[in-house]
């Protein structure tokens, strides 16, 4: 990191800026390249000439500098619109390679990850997420299906497989085969059935590839030709090639290797398992670390900077194709997706014995004046409430550590209930939230929304769909979750809204976190289809059949 500090009036030009750094020779490399520059031995510092600041951000990136706000924001303004400008001239008039029937229409920029697919068998699509990383990999296999008999889908975190086979039926006319069998014997027998049925899609996650049944069945498959691509969803929980993933990952070896992940990989070292796996790399991890990183610290054994950085870009951009949303001009103001979890066993007992409680009391609660509020502890139990057990939180902190705050977002985080926004909020201090709920004075959520509208280290705002859904502005926000829904859509819609305003800054991904086979699931799919039953339910109008009818879809009677 290279610390930029702007001169009142330099020792060797008069509008300049100094550079300090912790001592990296690939760095002071590049410092050497300006034109203009000069040492400063007692500062231990360089000074640069204001009109070289530009040459420096180009050769270390930006990501790079660490420099006052103004200054920061200035820079990285130029730096957006610069890769906008280049974005556009890339897809003026873009068109897919060849003829294929797409059954969602792609946008340009997927247009541009689908023949990138088609030209490459190897290949890492690091779009941030709400660029379709999911639908351009489905595409570009659906479109040379002839060639690779299957594909399977390993997906990084385990919940993400629901998606997955969502995203399947959405995108494409292939059917997706479930490999989540309760014992890994059990799994590897599925893997088996996979090769024999209709199914396109095999989907796995990649906890099961440390297991050797795991791996002997899937090279099988790869050996007698049933495989033929593999798409790794969230490559980076693989980058550690001494795990047993990651060890798993360099035999599965198929034609057609897909990796797609959001997150920014900064450091050297955890790149060489994946582009070993992506065959462009070819040195062992010892001959590739020695090549690109420094090493000191106690015995010499700890990486203290990297070198040779032109190099491994090149390396990397071999395969890689990586779009920001600030650069691609086609997206749409907003992108909706569901994040399923899985209810942890202890969860899904407590599920149980709530629900069994609903059904013996069902006829009572048909004719009760809210008969709705029966399913609010079976809501509370998925959002986090009951047990020390929170899968929806588990994700949240996933996507804030791998994809949000290093892209340098910040989040909002809605729940109906108090209670359970004050899990959150404890659970997620490090990230300095803003906190806006009823029992918050009126001055205080004032406060509170400046300190996460104006405090860069202010990364995620928590409040109530009632409190903090209405009457705020809050569009330094580019993620914004739902623990739980609110019964009326439009409540959900006016709290996304608080992102999506005036002054927006590019898309706004809204995540509704959805426990799979519970309540939240039927709230899901099924009011958007119905809501006018729905509405006649909750605000008293509705018939002992209709009352009947949503608490069988919801509850899955």
């Known amino acids: 990191m290279i610390r930029v500090k702007k001169l009142e009036k330099g020792t060797y030009f008069d509008d300049a800026y100094m550079l300090s750094f912790r001592y990296d020779p690939s760095t002071v490399a590049k ?39 103004t200054l920061l924001g200035a820079l990285k303004s130029k730096e957006v619109e610069d890769r906008k400008a280049a974005t556009a001239e890339r897809l003026k008039g873009i068109k897919p390679l060849i003829d294929f029937e797409f059954t969602t229409e792609p946008l340009p920029h ?57 995203e399947i039926k ?39 590839l440390r297991k050797e049944e795991i791996q002997d069945a899937l090279y099988d498959g790869i050996r007698e030709g049933y495989i033929g691509a593999i798409i790794v969803d969230e490559i980076h929980k693989a980058k550690n090639g001494s795990s047993q993933q990651g060890k798993a990952l360099r035999i599965l ?52 900077g990297h070198k040779n ?44 014995d709530i629900k069994n409680g609903i059904i013996a009391e069902l006829e009572n609660i048909l ?4 008969p709705l ?23 949240i902190k996933d996507m804030l550590a791998e994809e949000i705050i290093p892209n340098g977002y910040k989040a909002l985080i809605f729940s109906q209930w108090e209670k359970i926004t004050e899990v959150y909020y404890e659970a997620l201090k490090e990230y300095n939230p803003a906190y806006i709920v009823g029992k918050v004075s009126a001055e205080d959520r004032e406060a509170e929304k400046e300190r996460f509208q104006n405090d860069p280290e202010c990364k995620l705002a928590i409040g109530t769909i009632g409190a903090m859904g209405t009457g705020f502005t809050l569009n330094k926000a580019s993620y914004v979750f739902f623990v739980d829904k609110a019964w009326v859509s439009g409540d959900n819609a006016q709290a996304e809204d608080r992102a999506h305003r005036i002054g927006t800054e590019g898309t706004v991904n809204v995540i509704s976190l959805v426990a799979k086979g519970t309540v939240d699931e039927g709230i899901e799919e099924y009011l ?30």
């Open 170 to 208: 959405k995108h494409s006319k292939e059917s997706s085969f479930m490999i989540d069998g309760k014992t890994m014997t059990i799994r590897a027998a599925q893997i088996y059935e996979w090769y024999k049925s209709s199914s396109y899609f095999g989907i796995i996650n990649i906890e099961s």
């Open 373 to 395: 509020s029966c399913t609010l502890r079976l809501r509370q139990l998925t959002g986090g409430l009951f047990t020390e057990d929170n899968p929806k939180l588990d994700r």
């Open 253 to 304: 070896k198929t034609p057609v290797r897909l990796g797609l992940s959001g997150t920014p990989m900064n450091k050297a070292e955890d790149l060489w398992n994946i582009l070993t796996w992506l065959e462009v790399e070819k040195r062992s991890y010892y001959r590739f670390k020695s090549t690109y990183c420094v090493m000191g610290g106690y015995g010499g054994y700890h990486v203290v």
């Open 528 to 557: 958007i289809d119905n809501q006018d039953l729905f509405d006649r339910v909750v605000d008293g109008k509705g018939s002992k059949h209709d009352i009947r009818q949503v608490l069988t879809n919801l509850l899955k009677l």
């Open 31 to 69: 410092v050497k390249e300006l034109a203009q520059r000069r040492y400063l031995p007692e500062e231990r510092a360089w000074e640069i000439p204001s009109y070289e600041l530009p040459n420096l951000i180009d050769k270390v990136g930006l990501s790079n500098i660490e420099a006052e706000d």
């Open 309 to 352: 950085l032109e190099s491994l870009n090149a390396e990397l951009n071999s395969v890689m194709l990586r779009r920001r949303k600030d650069e691609v001009l086609d997206l749409p103001p907003k992108v909706h997706s569901t994040e399923y979890v899985e209810l942890t066993k202890k969860q899904q007992l407590i599920y149980r």
């Open 367 to 370: 004719t009760s004046v809210n």
């Open 110 to 166: 997927q247009i541009e990850a689908f023949n990138f697919g088609l030209q490459n068998n190897m290949m890492l699509i690091g779009d941030e997420q709400g660029l379709g990383k999911t639908k351009e990999s489905i595409d570009i296999c659906v479109a040379r299906k002839a060639e690779l008999v299957k594909t399977l889908i390993v997906c990084g975190v385990n919940s993400v497989k629901y998606n997955w086979e969502k």
